[in-house]
C-alpha cells in the first residue's frame, strides 16, 4: 500500500488533535499543518501558508504528494476553499462554500430548518435596525420589561455575534451594535430575533457523504468563561464526551427529527452536505431544538471526541470524499469518557497578554492517558510561548468521566505560565445529569 501525505488546514486547538488522530492512520506519510501552532509542529510539520491564499494551498498540495486536505475552520470553508481544492483535482474533506451557508449564515440555516419543519426556536429576519427595534418595541413598552429573545448576527461573528437578552433595552443595544454600529463588520448586514429557549445544551456531531449519515458520541461545551456557566461568552473553555444528558433514545430523536432531515434538505437545495455536521441543540421541555448549526469539528468537543475515536479517521473522511460512507462500518470508540480543560490566557475572553513562556507541557503529556492539544501557542527561539486567547486544551481519558477529570486537572497542575488559568468545574454537568437520574 503507498502512503500518502495529509494536510490539514488552520492552527487550533482542534487541528492539533486532528493532526495527532491523522498521524496515527495507516495510510499516512507526512502530516502538515497551515499554518499549525507550537504543538502541531511537534506532531506534524508546519507550513506557513495563508488558508485565504487557495492557490498557494493547491500548488503545496500538488507539490507535496498530498492525498487529502483537512479543512478544520468555518473561515476558510465558508470562502470555498473545498471548492477550490476539489476543482484542482485535489482531494479534500470539508463541506463545500454552499454548504458551509449552513454556519456562514444564521438566516440560510433558520430558513432551512423552518422548511424542512426541523424544530428551532421561533424567529423573524431584519434586513434593518430600524425595523428590528420597532419590532421589539411594538411587543415590549418599559426599557426594563423583562423580554425573551435571543438576537443574532446573521455571518460570522467568532461566537460573539449571539446575545441572549433579559432586558427590552438590552435588546435594542444588542441591535444597534449588530445592524447600525456594525460591529460584526458584513456578518450584521442581516439579523435575526428569536425566541429564547430554556435547557441544558448539547452538541451532537455527525459525519456525512451526503447520504449516509454517521453520529458521533454527544459532547457538551463550557462556552461560559467562569465556573457554573457564568461570565462572557468564549470559544468553548472545555468539553467532554460522551454526555450523559442526551440519553440513546432522545439521540435517535436527534437523528430522525434533525440530523436526516438538515442532510436531505440541503441536497434537495442542491447543496448537498460533505463533511462534519455539528448540531448545537437546547433540549428543551418540548424535545431537542436545534440553536445553530456549525460546518466543522466543533473546538473544544474535537479533542475528547478524537481522543476516544479508535477506528482510521482518514479512512471516513476519504470515504466521505468518494460519497461511500455507506460502506465503512460503524465508528468504534474507547468506551471510557474523555475530557478537555481549556488553560487560557489572562485576560481572555476580552485583550489578553501574549509571549509568556509555558513550562510543563512535556511532563504533562508523559501523564498516563493524557494528551495536551496546543491552541494558540507558537515556538520562539526555542521555547513554547502563548499567543492566543485559548492556550492549551489538555485532555484525558478515565474510567469514568470523574476519573478523567481527576487526571485532567493533575496535568493542568503541571503546567504553568504567567496569567495562566482554566475553568475548574468541567464536566461537572455530567455530575449533575447523573444524580438527577
Ligand atoms: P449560537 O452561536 O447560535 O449557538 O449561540 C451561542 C449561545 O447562545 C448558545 O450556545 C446558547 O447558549 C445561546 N443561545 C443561542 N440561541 C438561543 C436561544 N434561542 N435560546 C436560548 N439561548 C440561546
Ligand atoms: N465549541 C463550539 C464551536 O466550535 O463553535
Not at 180 to 183: D, G, L, S
Not at 242 to 247: G, I, M, N
Not at 424 to 428: E, F, L, P, V
Given at each position: 500500500m503507498s502512503k500518502y501525505n495529509v494536510l490539514i488546514v488552520g492552527s487550533g486547538g482542534r487541528e492539533h488533535a486532528l493532526a495527532w488522530k491523522v498521524k496515527q492512520s495507516q495510510h499516512v506519510q507526512n502530516v502538515f499543518v497551515a499554518p499549525g501552532n507550537a504543538g502541531t509542529g511537534m506532531d506534524a510539520t508546519n507550513v506557513d501558508l495563508d488558508p485565504a491564499d487557495h492557490n498557494a494551498v493547491i500548488q503545496f498540495a500538488k507539490e507535496n504528494n498530498v492525498g487529502l486536505v483537512i479543512v478544520g475552520p468555518e473561515a476558510p470553508l465558508v470562502a470555498g476553499l473545498v471548492d477550490a481544492l476539489t476543482d484542482a483535482g485535489l482531494r479534500a474533506f470539508g463541506p463545500s462554500k454552499a454548504a458551509s451557508e449552513l454556519e456562514g449564515s444564521k438566516v440560510f440555516c433558520k430558513n432551512l430548518l423552518r422548511s424542512a419543519d426541523i424544530p428551532t426556536a421561533d424567529y423573524r429576519t431584519f434586513r434593518s435596525a430600524d425595523d428590528a427595534s420597532r419590532y421589539i418595541k411594538d411587543r415590549f413598552s418599559e426599557p426594563t420589561d423583562p423580554v425573551n429573545v435571543v438576537v443574532k448576527a446573521d455571518?460570522?461573528?467568532?461566537?460573539?455575534?449571539v446575545v441572549v437578552c433579559d432586558t427590552r433595552s438590552e435588546a435594542l443595544e444588542a441591535i444597534d451594535r449588530i445592524a447600525?454600529?456594525?460591529?460584526f463588520g458584513a456578518a450584521g448586514k442581516e439579523l435575526i430575533i428569536e425566541e429564547r429557549l430554556t435547557g441544558p445544551e448539547v452538541s451532537v456531531l455527525a459525519i456525512t457523504d451526503g447520504e449516509t449519515i454517521v453520529t458521533l458520541p454527544p459532547a457538551q461545551d463550557h462556552k461560559?468563561?467562569?465556573?457554573?456557566?457564568?461570565?462572557p461568552n468564549t470559544g468553548g473553555m472545555g468539553a467532554y464526551c460522551?454526555?450523559?444528558?442526551?440519553?440513546e433514545e432522545t439521540l435517535a430523536k436527534v437523528e430522525s427529527s434533525i440530523l436526516v432531515p438538515v442532510v436531505h434538505a440541503m441536497k434537495r437545495s442542491r447543496r448537498p452536505f460533505k463533511g462534519v455536521l455539528y448540531a448545537g441543540l437546547m433540549l428543551t421541555p418540548a424535545g431537542p431544538k436545534v440553536l445553530e448549526f456549525n460546518v466543522r469539528f466543533g473546538d473544544p468537543e474535537c479533542q475528547p471526541l478524537l481522543m476516544r475515536l479508535k477506528t482510521d479517521l482518514v479512512e471516513v473522511m476519504q470515504a466521505v470524499v468518494d460519497g461511500k460512507l455507506e460502506e465503512t462500518g460503524p465508528l468504534e470508540f474507547d468506551p471510557r469518557p474523555a475530557i478537555c480543560v481549556v488553560m487560557a490566557s489572562e485576560g481572555y475572553p476580552a485583550d489578553y497578554e501574549k509571549g509568556h513562556a509555558i513550562t510543563g507541557i512535556e511532563s504533562a503529556d508523559k501523564m498516563e492517558n493524557v494528551k495536551v492539544f496546543h491552541a494558540g501557542t507558537q515556538r520562539v527561539d526555542g521555547e513554547v510561548v502563548n499567543t492566543g486567547g485559548r492556550v492549551l486544551g489538555v485532555t484525558a481519558m478515565g474510567d469514568s468521566i470523574s476519573a478523567a477529570k481527576l487526571q485532567a486537572y493533575k496535568a493542568v497542575r503541571e503546567i504553568r505560565w504567567q496569567g495562566a488559568w482554566c475553568r475548574?468545574?468541567?464536566?461537572?454537568k455530567a455530575l449533575v445529569t447523573a444524580a438527577k437520574a
Open positions: 455571518g460570522l461573528a467568532a461566537g460573539k455575534g447600525a454600529r456594525k460591529e461560559p468563561a467562569n465556573d457554573g456557566d457564568t461570565g460522551p454526555a450523559p444528558v442526551l440519553d475548574k468545574d468541567i464536566s461537572d
